[in-house]
């Protein structure tokens, strides 16, 4: 069964420093979204990619985060500035006509 | 008004049993209702959905039963087995706008007992 792949499955970073969280979708899927879990919580969703652009974005997802999809199968998240409170599980979806997803097995961020 | 709300916390079933997972949501607009889910460490998995023209919709042990008119939903596992053991997710998205956002639950952690 085709998979949403993510990498790395666990991050720790500096306070401050950038980072990349990588996902390559399933292949003939249109529709991506990023979401994330703070430990014991909600999953939350950050925002959605279509046709090259976002779609949809929530509150969370703000100037410090940023989208792309570099070469036609990655898709990324980038964090500019990690705060603590960005430390959370961060998943990768995608769906072929917007529902259903599926999602990645997540990114653990720890931002120390 | 983008809120899901879902109940209970947490769920200990003996084996064989029914578990049953609520939800309620207050925006009209939404019209996709799933129910993901997740071990741990892993990400959540759709178990079912429904859309508001059905009021129940089976696959499996897994059934939900929808209440348009009082905006709640519910998850009914049947025959609950140990390997169900895990957290569940309600969620609803608003699928006519194009909006494909899933509003998720608090989660409830089901735990079922041999």
């Known amino acids: 069964e085709p998979e949403v792949t993510q990498t790395p499955s666990h991050q720790v970073t500096q306070m401050g420093q950038e980072v990349i969280l990588r996902c390559v979708p399933i292949?003939?899927?249109?529709?991506f979204y990023w979401y994330r879990q703070i430990l014991g919580q909600k999953v939350e969703f950050l925002v959605s990619f279509y046709n090259n652009e976002i779609s949809e974005k929530s509150e969370i997802f703000d100037d410090q985060f940023s989208v792309e999809r570099p070469d036609g199968s990655n898709f990324t998240l980038k964090i500019r500035s990690t705060k603590l409170e960005d430390s959370a599980m961060y998943f990768c979806a995608s769906s072929a006509r917007g529902v259903p997803y599926t999602f990645g097995s997540g990114t653990r961020l720890t931002v120390v | 008004q983008q809120q899901v709300k879902q109940s209970p916390q947490s769920l200990i079933v003996q084996k064989g049993g029914i578990s049953i997972i609520n939800c309620a949501y207050e925006n009209t607009a939404f019209d996709y209702f799933p129910w993901y889910q997740q071990f741990p460490g892993k990400g959540p998995a759709l178990l079912i959905a429904?859309?508001?023209?059905?009021s129940e919709k089976k696959e499996g042990r897994f059934t939900i039963s929808f209440n348009k008119s009082a905006k709640q939903f519910s998850l009914h596992i049947m025959d609950s087995q140990p390997g169900d053991s895990a957290t569940y997710f309600c969620?609803?998205?608003?699928?006519?706008?194009?909006?494909?956002?899933?509003?998720f639950g608090s989660g409830t952690r089901l735990q079922v007992q041999p």
């Open positions: 292949s003939n899927h249109l529709y």
């Open positions: 969620a609803a998205a608003d699928m006519d706008t194009g909006r494909r956002a899933l509003t």
């Open positions: 429904i859309r508001p023209d059905v």
